[in-house]
C-alpha cells in the first residue's frame, strides 16, 4: 500500500502523542484492514498553503455526493446571485417559453416562488411552450436503472415541476397523488410485511403489491417525463391552456428571474444532498454559457476554464453523483475547497453547508459542544465520503477530504472511524 507522507506542521500544532502523525497513518491502515475499505484522506492548512497529511491522496476514488462540490462551485461562478426560471419571446398574441433547467418551480423542498406561475397563469394571450434547448437524457451516464422508482433519481428536464415526482397516499381503500399523473393496478398480496408500490420503467403507470402489513402509506415516486406530460401537468396547475410548440431558442429571449435567493437552493443541495437540484443546477450552468440544457457542456467549460489548476483532472459526468464513473482525488477536493473558500466569505459558506451534529446528512454525528466539521457528504452502496472543513479548539481551520470505497462492512461502521480520528484533530489543535 502506497502511503504520499502524512506529518504535521510544529508550529501551531498541538497534536499529543497519541495523534502524532504516525496515530493518523496507523489509524487509516487500521481501518484499511479491519473493514477491507480503500481510503484515501487529506488535511490541509489554506492559511499557511501547506498539506498537513496525505494517505494516498493521489489515487481516485468514486465521490459519491461529494460530487456535488463540483457543481456548486460552477454555480457559483456561472450563475450569479439570481436563478433564471425561464425563457420568453413574445410573438403577436402569443408567449412561447423555454425552460432554463431551474429547479424550484412548485418544488415542496425549496422557497415558494410565485413569480413564474404568477407570469404564466396572468399572460394575457396564448401560452406556447418548447423544449428544443434539452439536448440530453433524462437519465445521467452510469445511473443505476433499477432505481428509477426511487425518490432519488429523478428524471432530467428543462421546465421542471414539482420536483419531477409526485407524492403518492394510500388512505385504507384509495390512493391520491399530488400532481395526479399515474393510473393504477393491483397486483397480487407479497410476502414482505410493507406493502410497496412500483412505477413501469416506461410509462406512468403504478402498480401496488399489498403487503402482510397493509396500512396507510406515503410514497415519493418520480414520474416518467415526455412533453406532452409537461404541457398537460402545466395546463392543470395554471387552469389554463398550454401547448407544445417545436421551435428552437432564437436570438432575442428574454430571462425571467426566480424570486427566490440562490443560497437557498444551494443549501438543499449541499445540506440535505438533493440530486434533483443538482442535476439541474448543473444543466443550468451549461444554459448560460451554451444556450443548450446538456450537462457535459457545462462540464468541459469549467474543467478548461476554471478547474485547470486540480492537481490531478477530474473524471466527472453528472452533477450529483449518482454516477459511478465519477473519479475524484481526495487532494483535488481539497483544491476546490480552498477555491471555494477563497470566493465565499466564511459566514456564507458554512450556512450553507451541512453541520455536525446540527443539520443536514450529518446532524446524527460528529457531536460536540460546538459544532466542528461544515462539510458535504456522499454515500453510494459499499462508499462513503466527506469532506468540507474541520475547525479545532484552539480555532483553527483545515480543509479536508475522506474517500472510502469499496467496503463490504455496514457504512454505520466506517463513519464510526471517521468520527474517532476527527474529533481527535478537532480537540488536540
Not at 437519465?139 to 421542471?160: A, I
Not at 402482510?212 to 404541457?231: G, N
Not at 434533483?276 to 457545462?298: G, H, R, W
Not at 461502521?413 to 480520528?421: P, T, Y
Request: charged letters at 25%.
Amino acid at each position: 500500500m502506497k502511503v504520499k507522507y502524512c506529518y504535521l506542521l510544529l508550529v501551531g500544532l498541538a497534536f499529543s502523542a497519541c495523534s502524532s502523525p504516525r496515530y493518523v497513518t496507523e489509524s487509516l491502515q487500521k481501518t484499511e484492514k479491519d473493514l477491507q475499505d480503500h481510503i484515501g484522506f487529506v488535511l490541509y492548512d489554506p492559511v499557511k498553503k501547506t498539506t498537513i497529511c496525505d494517505y494516498q491522496g493521489d489515487k481516485f476514488f468514486t465521490p459519491a455526493s461529494n460530487t456535488k462540490i463540483f457543481t456548486f462551485y460552477a454555480s457559483l461562478k456561472l450563475l450569479g446571485d439570481s436563478l433564471p426560471a425561464l425563457r420568453y419571446i413574445q410573438r403577436n398574441d402569443s408567449l412561447i417559453f423555454w425552460g432554463t433547467g431551474a429547479p424550484g418551480f412548485l418544488y415542496e423542498n425549496t422557497p415558494k416562488d410565485d413569480r413564474v406561475y404568477t407570469f404564466l397563469k396572468d399572460y394575457p394571450g396564448k401560452l406556447f411552450f418548447s423544449s428544443s434547448n434539452f439536448q440530453t437524457e433524462h437519465f445521467g451516464s452510469g445511473w443505476t436503472w433499477d432505481d428509477y422508482n426511487d425518490y432519488y433519481q429523478v428524471e432530467r428536464s428543462s421546465f421542471p415541476m414539482y420536483g419531477n415526482y409526485s407524492r403518492v397516499k394510500k388512505g385504507y381503500k384509495s390512493f391520491t397523488a399530488y400532481p395526479d399523473v399515474f393510473t393504477y393496478s393491483i397486483n397480487p398480496p407479497s410476502t414482505k410485511e410493507k406493502s410497496q408500490l412500483r412505477r413501469e420503467v416506461s410509462s406512468n403507470d403504478l402498480g401496488f403489491i399489498p403487503g402482510r402489513v397493509d396500512r396507510p402509506r406515503e410514497w415519493v415516486i418520480p414520474f416518467h417525463y415526455s412533453d406532452a406530460l409537461l404541457v398537460k401537468i402545466l395546463t392543470d396547475t395554471l387552469k389554463r391552456e398550454v401547448r407544445l410548440i417545436s421551435m428552437n431558442l432564437p436570438a432575442g429571449t428574454t430571462n425571467l428571474y426566480s424570486s427566490v435567493k440562490v443560497d437557498s437552493i444551494y443549501k438543499v443541495m449541499m445540506q440535505e444532498s438533493d440530486n434533483f437540484i443538482a442535476e439541474q443546477l448543473l444543466l443550468m450552468c451549461a444554459n448560460v454559457v451554451s444556450d443548450t440544457l446538456k450537462p457535459e457542456i457545462a462540464i468541459q467549460y469549467m474543467k478548461k476554464n476554471l478547474l485547470a489548476d486540480l492537481p490531478d483532472s477530474p473524471t466527472w459526468v453528472d452533477g450529483s453523483g449518482l454516477s459511478r464513473y465519477n473519479l475524484f482525488t481526495p487532494r483535488s477536493v481539497i483544491k476546490l475547497w480552498e477555491k471555494i473558500y477563497e470566493i465565499v466569505p466564511r459566514e456564507r459558506l458554512f450556512e450553507i453547508l451541512a453541520i455536525g451534529g446540527q443539520r443536514g446528512t450529518i446532524r446524527n454525528y460528529y457531536k460536540a459542544e460546538r459544532p466542528f466539521i461544515f462539510g458535504k457528504t456522499g454515500t453510494l452502496s459499499n462508499n462513503h465520503t466527506l469532506s468540507g472543513y474541520v475547525t479545532t479548539k484552539r480555532g483553527q481551520t483545515f480543509i479536508f477530504s475522506w474517500m472510502n470505497n469499496n467496503f463490504t462492512a455496514p457504512t454505520s461502521e466506517v463513519r464510526k472511524r471517521m468520527e474517532e480520528l476527527l474529533k481527535t484533530i478537532y480537540e488536540k489543535n
